[in-house]
Nanobody, 121 residues
Framework: QVQLVESGGGLVQPGGSLRLSCAAS????????MAWYRQAPGKERELVAA???????DYAGSVKGRFTISLDNAKNTVYLQMNSLKPEDTAVYYC???????????????WGQGTQVTVSS
């Protein structure tokens, strides 16, 4: 099995910064894509940012220029640096990993437990 452990959420004032981390552990042959999603109250879960093992990156339009996703392949850890935070960024942030696991390297999707990010004065 694969476990995703997230950290770094919290309360921050508008304009502030937070850095989220998500470490994947367990039986992993390779990481294909790691991503961050978020879900605000009453809204559907949405993609925030994604990064492939080749460092191809995609951002939601609402966070471009403010958020930066990065992947440390050696540590199987993905980071989300969030700057210039706005109240509308308030949500539970979920880590997602598309990984290949032994013995046949089939691809599976795993989710973290979520971490709350609240942007408020």
């Amino acid at each position: 099995q694969v476990q995703l452990v997230e950290s770094g959420g919290g309360l921050v004032q508008p304009g502030g910064s937070l850095r989220l981390s998500c470490a994947a552990s367990g039986s992993i042959n390779s990481i294909n894509v790691m991503a961050w999603y978020r879900q605000a109250p009453g809204k559907e879960r949405e993609l925030v940012a994604a990064i492939t093992w080749r460092s191809t990156i995609d951002y939601a339009g609402s966070v471009k220029g403010r958020f930066t996703i990065s992947l440390d392949n050696a540590k199987n850890t993905v980071y989300l640096q969030m700057n210039s935070l706005k109240p509308e960024d308030t949500a539970v942030y979920y880590c997602n990993a598309d990984v290949s696991i032994p013995p046949l390297s089939r691809r599976y999707d795993f989710w973290g437990q979520g971490t709350q990010v609240t942007v408020s004065s």
